[in-house]
DNA sequence: TATAAAATAGATATCGTTGTCAAAGTATGT
DNA sequence: ACATACTTTGACAACGATATCTATTTTATA
């Protein structure tokens, strides 16, 4: 039915286990003898049988990715990086959802992992930020690379974005179109990118000498709705500011919303930015200046590292910051 | 390390074979028998080996979902409902995007399944359109469950959505509130959806004796740009309509857009209505009414069906139509 | 040149299941 | 009581790779 290493093994006359060292690149293959299969391999289009390599080596060749977030645009996106990578390496993705509050989160992934043999981990915020659980995946020896973790590790390979300094950079360009009263709607408290963006935002308000009004900062959560409550936080006190930045896109729409139902023109009364560069941010109107993240290319470097880890591919597979764009749309003003 | 069948049949002192038969739920097997190697099973914590079953049995235990479809938000509702099934089954779920235009589909798609032992595939839109793709799987014997297909051949477990009369209904509704000048935006042509909304648009109008206007009947694409552009044609022609149905809330959000550049109210002037209830419905201002169907549903049943046709569930699984519910949100005012 | 060390290649056991086939047990009909 | 069919069970091969261990050849070192 299908080639098997032992017709290739015939076809190339040499013994079963070179031609399995050839497909694993295993060293001490003299080169005649590796070309000599490799060619044998190609002619006879032979694919290695995944169950086979599976059961003997107790690896899966599949990774899976750790996820616990609403946001379907920012997940979509997270899995076309990462299959990007499966497709070339042969590797294949599953797709596991949790509870990041679940007690027994631990046990029950590491069940998983077993039961599977998973070889590897992809996982994402707000599980990027439970030191804890990541520390117990480490103790029972799994692999996983992070995206967006809060804590640096050196131990575990990681890909990260400049929240921080993008964050600081638009609310810089906010400052420079004029504006000098800027709310701000803070994101889910366990993201820790919720602090970076609060951070890069109060920072550049202090570094330009402004103040800080906290009726105009909210707690947010990243739901619309928590947007929409901010807006009519916000819109109730005494004074409006003319910017507001909001944490995530879902938000922006959110403070839109209220500000639309009270009649306060946007960008002319109010200029409102975002952060992810949701497709709601363009469906909006006007529509949402924000930030992008390039998240496709994260994960796919985030899959890169993990397959890398027990793969050991050739290209340079360090843990990196990646560097996101500031997209201005309708939603901000020059009051210059 | 791990509990094997042979653990298993030591303990129940009974041949590894009959273990294997109680896994299989093979018939042939006295029930005292049984209860004795589950109880052995329970009491070992045995799980089968994935990969030696699949070795020797040349099935994975893997479905894979075929899309080529840029909605994010259906799309991570399609996989959640899958993933439920999976979950409980014992199954994995892959991911695999295609290229619907791509001519070599059928064949790439084809040795896709062969080389992973791919059990068996959701396919959805525009795919399950495509019915010379899916007698190709059929004659490579694939078994395939359809998510909205155009054709429902009794052959293949589908499941589908009314959009026919949920978009007659909805157009009923918008006539009831007295709109009289009524437009449309199409879908993509390639989505068997888009005829389907369109006609039980059109259908409504006639049994209600109202004109079709042609200059307010666009060709769209689901996409927010087109949806815009449907809008500036709209707008662009001598008389206005009171409302237009779109679609899909993309096209409905690309149509706001276009009215409210033009300083048109919404809904004083103008009532917009989409389809799908996309995250991006209700975050626009005014909130879309729309047409939502139970797509987390449709796609659980789907996988059911799937996996039924070779592990033979106990529930009933049959094809099945779902039915839509029409949302009501700002976007659509009482003329009466 | 002798000898140790390293590189290369192969024979065979093995991973944990399911498939095949034959044997033993049980029920049914005459 | 015996032939016949059906149910129930088990022994052993097989799936297609990798792991281990051994044998041979090549290279390095003294």
């Known amino acids: 039915m299908s080639v098997t290493i032992k017709d290739v093994s015939n076809h190339a006359s040499v013994s079963i286990k070179t031609v399995s060292r050839v497909i694993n690149n295993e060293k001490n293959v003299a080169e005649a003898t590796k070309s000599k299969v490799l060619a044998s391999i190609k002619k006879l289009g032979f694919k290695p049988n995944k169950s086979a390599q599976s059961l003997r080596s107790k690896r899966s060749y599949m990774i899976a990715l750790l996820y616990d977030n609403p946001n379907k645009s920012y997940l ?88 921080y300094d ?60 928590s947007g929409f409550q901010a807006g009519e936080k916000i819109f109730s006190s005494s004074e409006h500011p003319t910017a507001i930045f909001a944490s995530n896109d879902s938000m922006a729409a959110g403070v839109m919303k209220s500000a639309q139902m009270k009649k306060i023109l946007i960008p002319e009364k109010l200029s409102i930015v975002g952060f992810d560069d949701s497709p709601t941010a363009e469906q909006v109107w006007p529509s949402l200046s924000t930030v992008k993240q390039p998240v496709i290319e994260m994960a796919l470097h985030a899959a890169k590292l993990l397959i890398g880890e027990f793969d050991g591919l050739t290209e340079e597979t360090v843990s990196k910051e990646f560097q996101s764009e500031i997209i201005i749309r309708e939603s901000l003003k020059n009051l210059n």
Not at 92 to 117: A, G, H, M, R, W
Not at 184 to 190: D, L
Not at 206 to 218: A, E, G, H, T, V
Request: charge should be negative; proline fraction near 3%.
């Open 166 to 225: 993008a964050s600081y950079e638009m609310t810089e360009k906010i400052i420079s179109l004029g504006h000098k009263k800027i709310g701000f709607v803070k994101g889910h408290a366990m993201h820790s990118a919720s602090s970076l963006r609060f951070n890069g935002f109060i920072n550049a308000m202090d570094d330009y000498s402004l103040n800080r009004n906290f009726d105009w900062i909210i707690q947010g959560d990243f739901s619309f709705e």
């Open 76 to 163: 979509a996106d997270i899995q076309n990086g990462i299959l990007q990578v499966c497709k070339k390496t042969g590797y294949n993705l599953v797709l596991q959802e949790c509870d990041y509050e679940d007690k027994n989160l631990s046990n029950s992934i590491i069940n998983f992992i077993e039961d599977f043999k998973i070889d590897g981990l992809v996982v994402t915020p707000p599980l990027s930020d439970m030191d804890d659980f990541l520390s117990n995946l480490e103790q029972a020896n799994i692999h996983y690379s992070i995206i967006a973790p809060s804590t640096k590790k050196v131990s575990s390979p990681y890909v990260s974005s400049n929240d």
